[in-house]
């Protein structure tokens, strides 16, 4: 049996069906289009509106509504390609509203037609604003940092005598480079207060071969005798070519002076007399000390033999010493030496008392014989300390790096020097030195006697006493010392 299909899908299939539908698609690509669209939809509309026509009317009737439909979804797809189109294939024209201006580029190779901003100016005005800003507020606080922070000055120290090394190793405790004490040229820096402190000494430090790095400089002299105070001479005339040429404003002088406290040759250099020395640190119980530009400084230890920096430790402080008192050193004819000696052997003292006396002052000293000496500092619980050409020596300071307490004798000798109240030894009994004042060697057996009583710990006592007052004492010369040139050289009170 053969299925029996219905006239209107039998129609569906036809291609009659589908005229209509083409023409009207033709109609639109006539009255849309441009060029070749519309020839090509007035040709074909012709030939198949003719054809729908043959139609009969009642069965257009019945389709109208779906050719409608069909027509608006064609239409709908034909401008959405043609929109399609448009912008991807064909020149945009594109209206601007803001105004377009020629502008020649900054090398003058191109010109043309380029986009303005007009808020590019107020823009660039307005980042320019912020960045100084930044750069206004990090100033700012620059500027509050380095004021909270303290301020620095810078002195320079020239040693050219051994108590430069006094100054520098024991007093102000700066490092020296290279270490080794024989070195041509040696340096070093460190703060105190409010200078950095920067320190040369050495054989190769010569005149004119110094680098300067600030306008204030100490000199460190030798003035015990002629040969040296000639050395001192150039050195100053050299300084002071430095100080006219305006290359150096601010000068003191450390000066190791003589004995007999006859220190002429340096006046004309102060500037109390017309010169150009701002301060003078003169060594020994000179008349001329006044606290005001001239001060009183300590002799210190031997630092030409090489005395070390000592460091006090718990065995040094607390052991018990085999040798009541020691001396080592020269005995001159008929000095009170030669006293302290017969007394000694009178007493039957030479046993309990280390002592090795020459009849020659020696300079230099031998390893062994340097080794000797300290080590009977180290050994002692006294140390006698007789009068030489002065009363203050270097034994004194010795004594009291090693903790034993020094015997002095408090007898002020033949020359220039002071004759007050406290002197001699003025500047060590201001600091209360905690010595044993005698003014006779007749009194020593006495002192012994008491040594020989006197307890173990009654000596650790006083050892460690002794250890604390020269700490203290070279700290005290330390802070003298520096606040002394911040007052005179920078006015700083």
């Not at 930044?134 to 320079?156: F, G, I, L």
């Not at 050495?202 to 105070?229: F, W």
């Not at 230890?301 to 070390?308: D, G, L, N, S």
């Amino acid at each position: 049996m053969f299925e029996k299909k219905s006239y209107k899908s039998s129609y569906k299939n036809s291609y009659v069906f589908w005229i209509p539908y083409l023409g009207k698609l033709f109609h639109l690509l006539l009255c849309t289009g441009s060029g070749w669209y519309s020839f090509l939809g007035s040709g074909l509309l012709s030939v198949f509106t003719g054809a729908g026509w043959a139609l009969s009317s009642g069965l257009r009737m019945r389709l109208i509504r779906r050719k409608i439909a069909v027509a608006v979804v064609l239409a709908y797809v034909f401008f959405s390609l043609y929109a399609a189109y448009s912008v991807f294939f064909s020149k945009r024209v594109i209206s601007r509203v803001h105004r377009v201006v020629k502008k020649s580029s900054a090398d003058n190779t191109k010109a043309g037609e380029e986009e303005w901003n007009p808020w590019e100016e107020d823009e660039h005005a307005d980042s320019i604003t912020v960045l100084q800003k930044r750069r206004e507020a990090y100033r700012s606080y620059q500027e509050r940092v380095a004021k909270s922070r303290p301020k620095r000055y810078k002195v320079q120290i020239l040693g050219k005598a051994a108590i430069g090394l006094y100054l520098w190793e024991h007093i102000l405790e700066g490092p020296l480079n290279p270490t080794d004490k024989t070195g041509q040229w040696r340096e070093g820096e460190i703060q105190s207060g409010k200078i950095n402190f920067s320190f040369y000494t050495g054989p190769a430090v010569v005149q004119g071969h110094v680098p300067l790095d600030t306008d204030s400089v100490v000199l460190v002299l030798n003035g015990r005798e002629q040969q040296k105070i000639s050395y001192s001479i150039q050195w100053l005339q050299h300084v002071q070519a430095l100080f006219q040429a305006h290359t150096i404003s601010k000068v003191a002088v450390v000066l190791l002076g003589s004995e007999q406290c006859t220190n002429d040759w340096i006046s004309p250099y102060l500037k109390r007399q017309g010169g150009f020395v701002d301060l003078l640190f003169l060594v020994y119980d000179s008349p001329w000390v006044n606290d005001k530009d001239v001060f009183q400084w300590p002799l210190g230890v031997a630092t030409y033999r090489h005395f070390p920096v000592v460091m006090p430790n718990t065995q040094m402080v607390s052991s018990a010493r085999p040798y009541i008192c020691n001396f080592l050193g020269t005995v001159y004819k008929n000095s009170s030496r030669e006293t302290l000696m017969g007394i000694l052997k009178q007493n039957g003292l030479e046993k309990q008392c280390l002592t090795n006396a020459r009849e020659k002052w020696l300079p230099q000293e031998t390893a062994d014989t340097s080794r000797q000496y300290q080590m009977a500092l180290a050994q002692s619980d006294l140390t006698l300390c007789p009068v030489g050409v002065n009363t203050e020596c270097y034994r004194i300071y010795e004594a009291c790096a090693y903790g034993s307490v020094p015997v002095v004798e408090d007898v002020l000798t033949p020359g220039a020097c002071a004759d007050g109240r406290s002197s001699p030894l003025r500047l060590l009994k201001d600091a209360g030195a905690p010595f044993i004042f005698l003014k006779d060697w007749k009194e020593l057996p006495a002192i012994l006697e008491k040594e020989r009583v006197m307890s173990q710990a009654e000596k650790t006592e006083r050892r460690m006493r002794l250890l604390e007052w020269y700490t203290g004492f070279r700290q005290q010369m330390k802070d003298k010392f520096t606040e002394v040139l911040e007052e005179a050289f920078f006015k700083l009170s």
